[in-house]
């Protein structure tokens, strides 16, 4: 069932959680925020896989990266409006 094979594509996707974590604190270097961007990641993966997209190891570090470049970027527009 349809159902069923999106099941199997999100367990497949949690046995990629620590490369994302890993990839996500090796450039951040915070275990919080890169807790934190590994979520959002795979929220956006469980998204993805109910419409039926393929979702890659290279498709979740590719989201992955797009979190934390926005996360600086916010960072860096609360610095500047606290300045």
Do not use: M
Not at 54 to 61: N, S
């Amino acid at each position: 069932s349809e159902q069923h094979a999106a099941g199997t594509d999100l367990l497949a996707l949690y046995d990629s959680v620590p490369q994302v974590y890993g990839y996500l604190l090796s450039q951040c270097g915070q275990k919080a925020l890169a807790e934190d961007l590994t979520a959002e990641t795979f929220l956006a993966a469980v998204d993805t896989v109910r419409r039926d997209q393929p979702v890659t190891v290279g498709w979740l570090i590719g989201v992955a990266r797009h979190k934390l470049v926005d996360h600086w970027r916010r960072l860096a527009r609360e610095e500047r409006s606290l300045a």
